[in-house]
């Protein structure tokens, strides 16, 4: 029986000094286990992200680089998020300009969540496909974009002409723009097809009204604008005049779905907008 | 009595507090003061009239112990402490349950997080999340050991049938136990194999009214949501805990009752003595047992604890997915016969067959009524339970992922270099020295082991997947059959669908900060029409995400080791 007692006793003071062993290691562990969730997370995030996200927002969240089910190159419709104007900043540039006054981190989860514009609902609260959990893991999937190379480049922020004929007359772009560039960047780069419609007719206008007439009607629009200042303001505050017809009835707003953010996208290269004014207005 | 005021006066201060504190010692042991206590560990003789014997009479938690044992059955053979061991492991899960129940609430929304939070919030909540699951394996194993015993000895045998009765029900709430909080967590391998064992559960032979009406209470709808958890949350911590308890304490009784059953060859054939205990054969449970029942239970902390600090880490995969069906759904290894019967015989049969059989193994004492307990004959029934033992293991092994469904050659390598979940292969492998670049299998990278090691699990991998037709010295030759359609198939030693001459290679690069993705390739031409076809299979890998920590586990299998 004491051979009993002797063994029991060390052995349960073995069992308390390994447990007091793991307690003095435990502050470490916790440390290397603390970021573990956003980590796998992060992870979880960039395979739906992978799966849903980059036909609109382009492998590499850029909206440079956009590819359908097939493989091929289309327009990305949706908003750069791996972009400086997006991450950078307790209060970045993207949030000013939606006039969002909560958390980056909560701009960007409503954002998936309840869908902004273009951009379709993904929480299922909101009838979209994804649980909470898989909403958040994209939200901390798009914001580990954020870095110090990304933020240390400046946010480019181009100070437009009030009236395009001094912007077509500045030093900023070579007039008259070229079409068939503008073609381009309504049909890919921007994206405009997908809401306008192809200019040819080829495929109707789906949510924003047709531009095919626009040359004739955007002069009758606004008194004292002419087609050309008409599409040019409209491209940089699409909420200020709203268009009578669009495809599913009249059109909706102020404020108006079209994305607000040509203005600071088309800012990284202003001919942009000259070649697409030509696009749109060629002769 | 004198207060204690008046005993001051009488024998002084000191004198006054011994007799206190040996007053107290009598009251707590229901029977025994301070001297009786010492004397008991001392191994002496006790005083006349016993006073060890009376915490059995007038105490609480000894009243269903017997106050002496039959030395035939204090060695460790023939119990082997299976019995005190599967009681020890109940207590020990219910208060390690007790501390994790703390941190999680049943809801499909919480679940997952409180797991994250037990392990990185909360002080020892790894391990205490580790000792809980490693005891509840532990306890599926000695419950069953303890089975075994009882049939090898013959205890089973009368009058002790309803003993055995109990005992089954006993082992059956043990793996629901087990079993059924392997849903709390939420993840991936809980909502799978709860799904898998529920469906099995609706293919019982019955009208589809009746199994669509069990799917329905099981799951709490169509399909495993907010309500099945809750259900079997509650499942886990309330009806069977309680349902062991009660059974435990009917149990208990009958052994106390009936006495433990002497080893057989002990007693003459059809007699039972385990009551009639001579005076020179008694072994008294204070303080023999008990000192020996307390040793045990030190042992199996000491056990329980280190093991759940170095040894056995409880998995947690990703977030339960009721959409994404992973690639091999395994049940926990108690289960995994019926898994394996599975692919032996209809879903209805087998459904069918297991309470069948446990009404069988219920019943089996009340039937076999052969009144020799003696080995020598019992030929035909430790045959029997032998050739069960044997095919049960063998059910096991068919249904462990070893014998499982082979899916196309370049996914058994990507799951083996880089599964789906947890930290196996290349995963494991620190971040750091995931050097963004193009690898090819087996290089050898200078300066990184890690690296290197899994290079070297990515060829061995890729070895038993491919052959050459080309005299390509890294596969071996491909074994070519055609087939009644015209294609022609290549095999290997280890499989028929076997990628002839394939190139593969490992791809690292860095997506994000602190995120970088794996991405396996494989190119393979078809020999016959020259035709490309590549495939590829991404895993994302985060700084943080901690898998160098799960490595350190024997049961988790990392590239590193």
């Not at chain 1, 379709?120 to 190379?149: I, Y």
Request: some cysteine; proline content about 7%.
């Amino acid at each position: 029986m004491q051979i009993k007692i002797v063994i029991g006793t060390i052995a349960f003071m073995i069992a308390m000094m390994v447990l007091g062993y793991s307690a003095l290691r435990e502050p470490a562990r916790l440390g290397r286990f603390t970021n573990a969730e956003v980590g796998r997370s992060i992870e979880a995030g960039s395979e739906i992200f992978a799966n849903n996200c980059t036909t609109c927002h382009g492998t590499d969240g850029t909206a440079q680089n956009c590819v359908d089910s097939t493989g091929n190159q289309i327009a990305c419709q949706g908003l750069p998020l791996n972009y400086n104007a997006l991450l950078c900043g307790d209060v970045s540039q993207r949030m000013t300009d939606m006039n969002w006054s909560g958390t980056k981190a909560n701009y960007v989860l409503t954002t998936i969540s309840a869908g902004r514009g273009a951009m379709p609902t993904w929480h299922e609260q909101f009838g979209g496909p994804l649980r909470p959990d898989q909403v958040q893991n994209v939200a901390n999937f798009v914001l580990n974009w954020e870095s110090e190379t990304l933020c240390s480049a400046p946010v480019v922020t181009y100070e437009w002409p009030d009236q395009v004929t001094d912007f077509l007359s500045g030093p900023d772009v070579t007039s008259p723009g070229d079409a068939t560039r503008g073609a381009d960047l309504y049909a890919v780069t921007y994206g405009c097809a997908a809401c306008h419609g192809a200019h040819d007719g080829s495929t109707p206008a789906a949510i924003g009204p047709s531009l095919i007439d626009i040359k004739t009607n955007g002069a009758t629009r606004v008194d004292g604008m002419d087609a050309q200042q008409y599409v040019y303001h409209s491209i940089l505050f699409p909420s200020d005049f709203i268009a009578p017809e669009c495809p599913t009835g009249p059109c909706a707003g102020p404020p108006s779905v079209m994305p607000a953010n040509f203005a600071s996208r088309m800012g990284d290269n202003p001919q942009d907008m000259a070649d697409m004014l030509a696009f749109l207005l060629g002769e | 009595m004198a207060t204690f005021v008046e005993q001051v006066r009488e024998m002084g201060i000191k004198q006054a507090i011994v007799t206190k504190a040996d007053d107290v010692v009598e009251r707590l042991t229901a029977g025994m003061n301070i001297n009786d206590v010492r004397a008991a560990l001392r191994g002496d003789e006790p005083r006349r009239p016993n006073p060890r014997l009376r915490p059995h009479a007038d105490g609480f938690w000894l009243h269903i112990r017997p106050s002496f044992y039959h030395t035939g059955v204090t060695n460790i053979y023939p119990t082997f402490r299976l019995g005190w061991l599967s009681t020890f492991m109940l207590v020990w899960e219910t208060i390690t349950g007790l501390i994790l129940m703390v941190f999680y609430t049943p809801s499909p929304l919480s679940a997952y997080g409180n797991m994250w939070n037990i392990l990185g919030n909360v002080p020892l909540g790894q391990l205490f999340r580790n000792m809980h699951r490693l005891g509840a394996e532990v306890m599926v194993l000695v419950v069953a050991m303890h089975m075994l015993r009882t049939f090898v000895t013959g205890s089973y045998k009368k009058p002790r049938q309803f003993t055995w009765a109990t005992g089954m029900l006993l082992l059956v709430f043990t793996i629901f136990l087990s079993f059924s909080g392997y849903l709390l967590p939420w993840d991936q391998l809980a909502y799978w194999a709860l799904t898998v064992f529920i469906s099995g559960g609706a293919a019982a032979p019955a009208p589809a009214f009746v199994n669509e009406n069990i799917m329905l209470i099981l799951q709490g709808g169509p399909a495993l949501g907010a309500d099945g958890l809750l259900r079997w949350y509650l499942l886990h911590v309330l009806l069977l805990p309680l349902l062991a308890g009660i059974f435990f304490f009917v149990h208990y009784y009958k052994v106390v009752l009936y006495g433990i059953s002497l080893p057989p060859g002990r007693e003459q054939v059809g007699e039972d003595t385990a009551k009639r205990v001579p005076k020179d054969e008694r072994t008294y449970y204070i303080p023999d047992i008990l000192t020996s029942e307390l040793m045990w239970s030190a042992l199996a902390t000491l056990f329980l604890v280190a093991g759940a600090l170095w040894l056995w880490d409880a998995p947690l995969e990703t977030h339960a997915d009721p959409v994404v069906t992973p690639l091999h759904v395994v049940a926990p290894w108690y289960l995994s016969w019926s898994q394996g019967w599975l692919k032996l015989a209809d879903k209805t049969l087998v459904v069918g067959f297991i309470p069948l059989l446990l009404v069988a193994f219920i019943v089996m004492p009340y039937i076999e009524v052969g009144k020799s307990r003696r080995y020598a004959d019992r030929r035909v029934g430790l045959t029997v339970a032998m050739l069960f033992i044997a095919a049960m293991l063998v059910s096991n092994w068919m249904g462990s992922p070893e014998f499982r469904v082979q899916s196309s050659p370049d996914r058994e390598v990507s799951i083996q270099v880089l599964p789906e979940e947890g930290p196996g292969g290349i995963k494991g492998i620190p971040y750091e020295h995931l050097t963004p670049g193009t690898y090819s299998p087996g290089q050898v990278i200078d300066g990184n082991p890690f690296l290197t090691r899994g290079l070297e699990l990515f060829q061995s991998a890729m070895y038993q997947q491919s052959c050459t037709l080309t005299g390509n010295p890294q596969w071996t030759a491909c074994t070519v059959e055609t087939l009644d359609n015209g294609t022609r198939r290549f095999s290997n030693f280890f499989t028929t669908d076997a990628m002839p001459d394939p190139v593969a290679h490992l791809e690292i690069v860095e997506v994000q900060p602190n995120l970088k993705e794996l991405i396996l390739h494989y190119e393979i031409t078809n020999p016959d029409t020259g035709a490309v076809s590549k495939t590829e299979w991404t895993r994302p890998r985060h700084a943080f995400s901690n898998y160098e920590e799960e490595c350190r586990f024997l049961n988790k299998s990392c590239a590193t080791d």
